[in-house]
């Protein structure tokens, strides 16, 4: 198989849990050698996260651990100790960047080594009065402003489901990271990455923003029918009840007339209901409704579709997996990974198709599977070194 | 120096993915060419924003949207759908290093635009694609939006509350993702080309990159055949974890406690150093098993003072909390300011337009957003002459035949 675009970088990740898992799943997916420090005995939260296979706790089996660190190598290091500093000082000789969550490593690393990139990934960034504050995925987002965009408007505002601050903290960690090393393959210096998981979340907010400062109109949380560019104007873009489930419609204008004859309802395509749908929603919610009650999902959505009406079935997660319209497994997404632990385990494969340099298909490390190969390997430890450090806690 | 100097891209996106993945581009320092068609913009259904003072009035330049997706871009119109403008389109995809585009798969190749008369003007060019499906599988024609795409991965059905129906994740969430995703696999592909001499034809379908977000829901299905349900914002393993009301009018905060630790510092902050005791709440699986009860008693707490307040306390106690901040409190938040993460650009019809840059801070080349959103046509005489130096009587012909303008045709 061909070199991933990344093949020759090495980065050392000593992050635990999504956000920094999130962003070297990318990088090792590319094909970077991604080296995970995991605490000896203990590994990266990931391990303990879940869920687990028949809900049996194994620091192997962790679904998370599975998807997220998949392609990666583990190495276990405990950065607590004078000794395991000096091999993590060692390690990052060898290194191109080094992925961290923790700002006292981020710190150490760059002292030691200002050849390298150094990506920080914390609740609220490395400078500014909130820096060091602790935060979770949800408390993140709260602050990003998204969170505020979400939910129904008589109620709390809700999370998006799964941790998508973390998620796209990682995300723009892993591209943070990958500018800062091609413009170190430039010429530039090393360079620290510091990445915000409340900005990533608020990131997800342009559009309210230019809204709000230049025209004076503050977007909240509109229930299932999220505010688009044009909230006034944009109408449907929301989930409706059928048959056997839900359908997401979003049709902005220029859909009008084709959903009018899709459902013949000419109601749904006259001037007053075009000037102002969203002011309409009510009536346009129970016309579309009485076309959807004699329909499944499959139907509505094939119908639809052949008009050209941008319509769209809720799938729940067993239903993404079996995949009824074959569309996923066609395109040989899923793939079958075997882990000596967890068996044969079917997950999401690449999220992007490279020909040229193909996203890398390898299983999750156990944990501290490669200690030996990178100590005695790399740093050309003697066995004997090992056996000392592993009786003193550090591998 | 900019991370991505010398990097040349030719942006042919329409929608939001698109747009975002090449603005993250230009703000990072590539030089972005916009190419538009030349006709008008449409704005009917869009929101346009107030011009600004002395500016000629033309809406179609002042597209809410418009003036923040396309900033870090130069603009130019271009019909490709002509002899002459497919031709201008190929000179500059010869002085071009990347082209990246989310319309329909069928769209390039019925325009002569496929991968492969794309390398016949550069061999090593890398062209990104951004289609919602693919351009394989029985689903590569359906029309679809981001939205959609939210439905059908799943996110939609497990986000909103557990006694509610299924909801959207806010805005355009899965444009979002696959935008940065589609800007991070076009610097992967740069460097491989600058590694092996060889330009690629990437793709990256929307819903493919969504599903990488779910993975722990359609895990547990494959592993134990659960189907995940909506649940609010309540967290399997930690509580409490939730939005909870403060004095005021539609004011809440976050709270959520990671471990004992943190619940006991909460308890303190609310002066209830009972409730430590309490076994009820005594450890984290009671907490999760009494969290509506542990819930009320935050919200008689919460409610009681303003979000602000709230949140000072706690965080002098080290629990993880925020007030849930409007888009307003945004522009006022000095953490916000302090790390210029709202950043502006002059646009010359629109004013002052913010932007939120990517998230994160790069020490030794920042990426800075400084370019406006381009006017319509604004950049067509320096990139047809100066780029790609075609001939005074090439340039004429361009507009005599309307395969480039400089304002939008009038109806």
């Known amino acids: 198989m061909p070199d991933g675009s990344l093949h020759g970088l090495r980065i050392i990740d000593t992050s635990e849990g999504v956000a920094g898992g999130y962003c070297t799943r990318f990088l090792a997916g590319l094909g970077a050698d991604v080296i995970k420090l995991e605490r000896p005995g203990v590994g990266d939260s990931l391990r303990r996260a879940g869920p687990f296979p028949g809900d049996v706790v194994h620091a192997e089996t962790s679904v998370m651990h599975l998807h997220l660190n998949a392609a990666k190598r583990s190495v276990t290091l405990a950065l607590a100790s004078a000794s395991g500093l000096r091999l993590f000082a060692r390690l990052l000789e060898t290194a191109d960047a080094c992925v961290t969550d923790d700002p006292a ?129 944009l109408y449907p873009s929301t989930v409706r009840p059928c048959v056997d489930g839900h359908v997401h419609v979003h049709c902005h204008n220029r859909f009008h007339d084709l959903i009018s004859v899709l459902m013949d309802e000419p109601r749904l395509a006259e001037p007053d209901v075009l000037a102002e749908p969203l002011g309409h929603a009510d009536e346009i919610d129970a016309l579309m409704d009485r076309w959807l009650a004699t329909r499944s999902r499959r139907e509505a959505v094939a119908e639809a579709q052949d008009l050209r009406v941008p319509m769209a079935e809720v799938f729940n997660p067993g239903e993404v997996m079996d995949d009824e319209l074959g569309h996923l497994r066609e395109r040989g997404f899923f793939v079958d990974v075997a882990h000596p632990v967890a068996g044969a385990v079917r997950q999401p494969g690449a999220p992007v ?43 | 120096m900019r991370p991505l100097e010398g990097v040349r891209v030719i942006d042919l996106t329409v929608a939001v993915a698109g747009p975002v993945a090449t603005h993250l581009l230009g703000d990072l320092g590539a030089d972005v060419i916009r190419v538009e068609p030349p006709f008008a913009r449409p704005t009917a259904h869009l929101d346009v924003v107030p011009v600004a003072p002395g500016a000629p009035d033309r809406p179609y330049n002042r597209a809410a949207g418009h003036v923040d997706l396309q900033r870090s871009k130069r603009g130019m119109t271009l019909d490709v759908a002509k002899p002459l403008g497919r031709d201008i389109l190929l000179r500059l ?122 993975a722990d829901a359609l895990l547990d299905y494959t592993m134990n055949g659960r189907v995940g349900m909506r649940r609010g914002n309540a967290h399997p393993s930690m509580s409490p974890h939730g939005i909870y009301p403060c004095a005021g009018v539609d004011r809440w905060i976050a709270i959520a406690c990671e471990d004992d630790r943190q619940w006991a510092a909460l308890c303190d902050a609310m002066r209830r150093a009972d409730l430590r005791r309490d076994p009820l709440f005594g450890d984290v699986v009671s907490r999760v098993r009494n969290r509506d009860e542990l819930d009320k008693l935050i919200t008689d707490w919460t409610s009681k003072a303003q979000g602000n307040e709230t949140w000072k306390v706690l965080q002098l106690a080290g629990v993880p909390a925020s007030p849930v901040q409007t888009i307003g409190d945004l522009f006022d938040d000095e953490h916000v300011t302090e790390r210029r993460w709202i950043q502006y650009t002059e646009h010359p019809e629109a004013g002052t337009v913010p932007h939120t840059r990517a998230a994160f801070t790069l020490s030794e080349t920042p990426a800075r957003i400084e370019r406006a959103a381009p006017l319509f046509g604004q950049d067509n005489r320096s990139i047809l002459s100066d780029l790609l130096r075609l001939e005074d009587r090439t340039i004429e012909q361009a507009y005599a035949s309307g395969v480039v303008r400089d304002e939008p045709p009038s109806r």
Request: charged residues 20%.
């Open chain 1, 105 to 233: 490593v981020a710190e150490h690393a760059g002292r030691i080594q200002t050849h390298l990139v150094i990506s920080t990934i914390t609740p609220f960034g490395a400078s500014g009065p909130r820096a060091g504050n602790p935060g979770t995925d949800l408390v993140t987002m709260a602050a990003g402003g998204y969170l505020s965009l979400n939910g129904d408007p008589d109620r709390e505002p809700v999370r998006p489901y799964g941790d998508q601050s973390e998620h796209q903290a990682g995300l723009h960690a892993a591209l943070g990271t990958l500018a800062a090393l091609r413009a170190r393959e430039g010429g530039a210096p090393g360079q620290l990455v510091d990445v915000s998981m409340q900005e990533a979340s608020g990131f997800l907010t342009a559009g309210a923003l230019q809204r709000h400062a230049l025209m004076r109109r503050t977007q909240t949380r509109a229930g299932a029918r999220p505010a688009g560019f044009a909230p006034n104007r």
């Open chain 1, 353 to 395: 198709v490279m020909p040229a340099s193909p996203w890398r298909i390898r299983r999750a490390p156990l944990l501290g599977e490669h200690t030996v190969d990178v100590l005695c390997g790399d740093l050309a430890l003697s066995r004997c070194d090992l056996t000392r450090l592993s009786a003193a806690g550090v591998v």
């Open chain 2, 93 to 214: 995809v010869a002085v071009s290093d990347v082209v990246v585009e989310n319309m329909s798969p069928r769209v390039l190749p019925s325009l002569g635009l496929a991968y492969a008369d794309l390398r016949g003007a550069n061999d090593d060019v890398v062209l990104v694609s951004m289609p919602a499906f693919g351009s394989t599988g029985p689903l590569r024609d359906r029309v679809s939006f981001g939205p959609g795409i939210d439905a059908m991965s799943g996110l939609a059905h497990l986000t909103g509350y557990s006694d509610l129906g299924p909801m959207n994740a806010s805005l355009y969430y899965c444009d979002y993702n696959a935008g940065a995703l589609a800007a991070l696999a076009t610097i992967a592909a740069i460097r491989h080309r600058d590694r092996t001499g060889k330009g690629q034809h990437v793709e990256l379908a929307m819903l493919e990159g969504e599903l990488q977000l779910v």
